[in-house]
């Protein structure tokens, strides 16, 4: 394994409270590792990664934590049991009650009871860290990670096999972020401008032109068709034809952007350091800093109740009342 630090895991740890690594072993937590503990802040530790799951929110974070919201995130309790105390960095889920959460240690948890309860379904060989997961359904799921590290599963988690994602010199980038289209193609951002897509399940990749060398954080699909990717110094790249051409967009923001959505009223608003928010405005982005200026690593938008954003941010969840 390199020794460098390299940005793609030094955002990630900057975006939670703090990182605590996960050990080797096995079990039901990796040896020398104690589970996630009981924490009456437990909202208040640093969360970075949050998924529907059915009609409720799952969030997780630094120490283990995963905490639920069953009100579009006004109110929000801890998972009763994780058996691991690591960052985790990434969550996806395919139904109401079955997701899956990947991190420190290269762990992969899974939960069948809405993320409630979770236990460790594989650790990935060397231990690398995860920082992204995605599955289209109950049955077939991505996960991505560092120097490269790319995984599917076709049976809902029983087995992992390996995915070749990069080839040659690609083949040891740190892979961010993992998402898929509404066409099934899956496209995964990752460090030095690298982006890659798959249009067979995860069988063959092929690098894509981005025209840029910072690295990508995340990406997402608008329902227009409109693929994103996000990064470095408030990059937003847009690609109108499934990824084979790019452009840049204008965010008037440096700060990193780390996640998107876009709202059920069609609106995007993207997140990232330094308390960015980044949302479309008649045709434009406009950026707007949070007076807090806490890291945020990501959004969701809910409609209950009005339009709200939910945000993770390194102090927490934060929700807030959408940019009208």
């Known amino acids: 394994m390199k020794l460098k630090v390299t940005a793609s895991l030094a955002l990630v740890a900057t975006l939670a409270a703090g990182v605590v690594m996960a050990t080797a072993g096995g079990g039901t937590a990796p040896a020398g590792e104690a589970p996630a503990m ?127 994602v990069g080839q040659g010199r690609d083949a040891d980038l740190h892979l961010n972020h993992i998402f898929a289209a509404a066409d099934g193609a899956l496209f995964a951002a990752g460090e030095s401008g690298a982006a890659f897509s798959s249009q067979d399940g995860g069988g063959h990749w092929t690098r894509l032109d981005t025209g840029v060398s910072g690295s990508l954080w995340s990406g997402l699909q608008r329902r227009d068709g409109r693929l994103l990717l996000l990064g470095m110094s408030g990059r937003v790249l847009e690609s109108s034809d499934g990824g084979r051409h790019w452009k840049a967009l204008d965010t008037g923001t440096s700060q990193a952007l780390t996640g998107g959505v876009e709202a059920p009223d069609g609106e995007l608003v993207l997140v990232g350091t330094g308390g960015a928010v980044v949302t479309s405005k008649d045709g434009r982005l406009v950026t707007r800093i949070r007076e807090d200026r806490q890291n945020l690593a990501a959004v969701t938008a809910v409609a209950e109740g009005g339009k709200a954003l939910v945000l993770l941010a390194q102090n927490g969840v934060l929700r807030e009342a959408a940019t009208q």
Do not use: C, N
Not at 38 to 44: F, G, K, N, P, S
Not at 75 to 101: H, M, N
Not at 119 to 142: K, N, T
């Open 38 to 164: 009981q924490a009456r802040l437990a909202t208040r530790a640093g969360l970075v990664a949050v998924a529907a799951a059915g009609p409720g929110l799952v969030a997780v974070g630094d120490f283990g934590t995963v905490v639920r919201s069953l009100d579009g995130g006004q109110s929000w309790t801890q998972a009763r049991s994780v058996p691991v105390s690591g960052l985790l960095t990434a969550v996806s889920f395919a139904d109401a009650r079955t997701g899956w959460a990947v991190g420190h240690g290269g762990v992969i948890l899974a939960t069948t009871d809405g993320g409630d309860t979770w236990q460790i379904q594989h650790e990935a060989e060397g231990r690398p860290v995860l920082l992204g997961v995605h599955f289209s359904d109950a049955e077939h799921g991505y996960v991505v990670g560092a120097y490269g590290t790319a995984l599917r599963t076709t049976d809902g988690g029983k087995t992992w096999a390996p995915m070749a």
